[in-house]
């Protein structure tokens, strides 16, 4: 379990977030939503320890963070694994390289082995037959299923996914969305994700933080989402024409 | 107050680049991928530069020594003490400034902006080990390139003074070898291995911090180029006064 207390950052006179406190538990999908700038990408960058805050605290699994020396930050990092918004393959390295980069840096294991673990978790994300291509021969969705791929391959017990979805048509975006969630209950991670997306909180958000202006507006599931009578989340929620239509035609059936 | 913030944070990047070493089976694959980009794929252009301005300096010289007083192997010595004093580490580190440490920022600065090095950092990696150590140890052979320079320079010099008719082959072999001091040798080796230090950290240092898009990777790529040659000049004057004088 991660549990987050009162957390604050600054940049500067900017204060971006300001005291937030949640917690996430195993095997479930968390996502994390809010406009841009509302302070979801600096949360998730202080999780993963590329940022410090400036004071409240982080454990994991009864780790706290700020606590543990520079050792075992690195060994925490090891059974952490991240998803960038523009996947953040190695340009240099083949798809198969890329995926079995954390292996060769932090595993003893030999050459076969972890190629046969590749090859694994490359047919885990539907990607049998990409091994040598380059990322850039690979299409945006292929290239957010070789850096799921690349995240899951150590076996980690934590998955970070900032904005997954973006760039992604709506079609392979539920693919990734499904790919994800499948991965956290089979790997049993916690899985935190940054999204715009109210697809992807309707498809597998199982709990679903809303940060407005570097607050914790609203805490709460996919369901309560859509009954809330928070009104910044349900003006962010139906901000979109189609979710406008869909809300209209819920007030009508229910008048 | 930039400077200073800038120099520190040169000074703990370079303390950082030897802590938390990455693994050596990696390592030793990022070296000699550094020792192929950096050294191997600068000799040609460091070949073509050495003969060709060796040539001229050699043309240059003998076009001004007119007093019929002064000796024919003047020029061979001339020639001889600009390139291995100057030409070949100074000017040749100038034009490196350039090739290699364009090269440096601007890969490591693309991997800044596509979130490459973020990645390297969540995986618990030391990136600035991970990206400017294997550059730094590429950097060391490059005493080896400024050997090459200073030996086709000098080819240079003796292709054009004999194939030009400025004075006799022999005239510029005794020149080459007058009032030879093997210390000049250290001397511009010394500042060879110092220039080579700042051509693989400066740009690192660039190529790491900077932040932004496309456009400021080109920026980058700029100023590192601008500072490396500034502070390759301003060493290049302290080892002098402090070897030399």
């Known amino acids: ?255 | 107050m930039t400077y200073l913030e800038n120099i520190g944070a040169y000074f703990l990047m370079v303390v950082e680049m030897f802590r938390k070493p990455t693994k050596w089976t990696v390592m030793k694959t990022l070296i000699l991928k550094d020792i192929d980009d950096l050294i191997i794929g600068s000799i040609g252009i460091v070949a073509f530069i050495s003969f060709f301005v060796g040539g001229v300096v050699t043309i240059q010289t003998a076009l001004n020594i007119t007093n019929p007083l002064i000796p024919q192997y003047l020029v061979g010595f001339a020639t001889r003490q600009s390139v291995i004093l100057e030409f070949a580490p100074t000017f040749i580190s100038i034009i490196m400034a350039g090739k290699v440490g364009s090269f440096i920022t601007s890969s490591i600065g693309s991997m800044r902006v596509t979130e490459q090095i973020d990645a390297l950092e969540v995986m618990g990696i030391n990136a600035i080990n991970y990206l400017v150590f294997p550059k730094f140890i590429a950097l060391m052979l490059y005493p080896f390139v400024i050997s090459i320079a200073m030996f086709l320079g000098i080819l240079g010099g003796m292709a054009a003074c004999v194939y030009g008719g400025f004075t006799s082959m022999e005239d510029y072999i005794i020149g080459i070898q007058t009032d030879f001091i093997p210390f000049h040798i250290i001397y511009a080796f010394a500042k060879t291995v110092v220039f080579a230090f700042v051509l693989a950290t400066v740009p690192s240092f660039y190529g790491y911090f900077m932040k932004g898009g496309a456009l400021e990777v080109g920026k980058a790529s700029t100023t590192s180029f601008v500072w490396t040659s500034v502070i390759i000049i301003l060493l290049n004057y302290i080892l002098t006064q402090l070897l030399l004088s």
């Not at chain 1, 949360?43 to 410090?52: S, V």
């Not at chain 1, 003893?108 to 047919?123: F, G």
């Not at chain 1, 935190?192 to 805490?219: A, P, Q, T, Y």
Request: charged share 25%.
């Open chain 1, 1 to 255: 379990m991660i549990v987050v207390e009162n957390l604050e950052k600054s940049f500067g006179e900017t204060k971006i977030l300001k005291g937030i406190s949640t917690s996430f538990e195993k095997g479930k999908t968390n996502l994390i939503i809010g406009q841009s700038g509302s302070g979801k990408t600096v949360f998730l960058k202080c999780l993963l320890g590329l940022f410090t805050p400036d004071s409240g605290t982080i454990s994991y699994d009864g780790k706290m963070y700020s606590q543990l020396s520079d050792n075992e930050q690195r060994d925490l990092r090891g059974d952490m694994g991240m998803v960038f918004q523009g996947s953040a393959l190695f340009d240099s390295m083949t798809i198969a390289e890329n995926v079995m980069f954390p292996l060769r840096m932090f595993t003893k294991q030999s050459k076969s082995e972890m190629q046969d673990r590749v090859n694994v978790v490359l047919k885990r994300v539907n990607l049998p037959d990409a091994h040598q291509k380059m990322p850039s021969e690979a299409s945006g969705g292929m290239q957010k299923r070789v850096a799921i791929a690349r995240a899951i391959v150590n076996n980690p017990k934590y998955l970070f996914c900032d904005e997954p979805n973006s760039g992604l048509d709506p079609k392979t975006a539920i693919v990734i969305d499904n790919l994800i969630q499948e991965i956290t209950k089979e790997y049993d991670m916690i899985t935190m994700i940054n999204s715009h997306d109210m697809n992807s909180v309707m498809e597998i958000g199982e709990k679903i933080i809303f940060l407005r202006n570097g607050i914790k507006e609203w805490e709460g599931t996919s369901d309560d989402v859509f009954k809330t009578d928070n009104e910044a989340l349900t003006d962010f929620v139906y901000s979109s024409n189609l979710f406008k239509k869909v809300r209209a035609a819920q007030l009508k059936e229910n008048s």
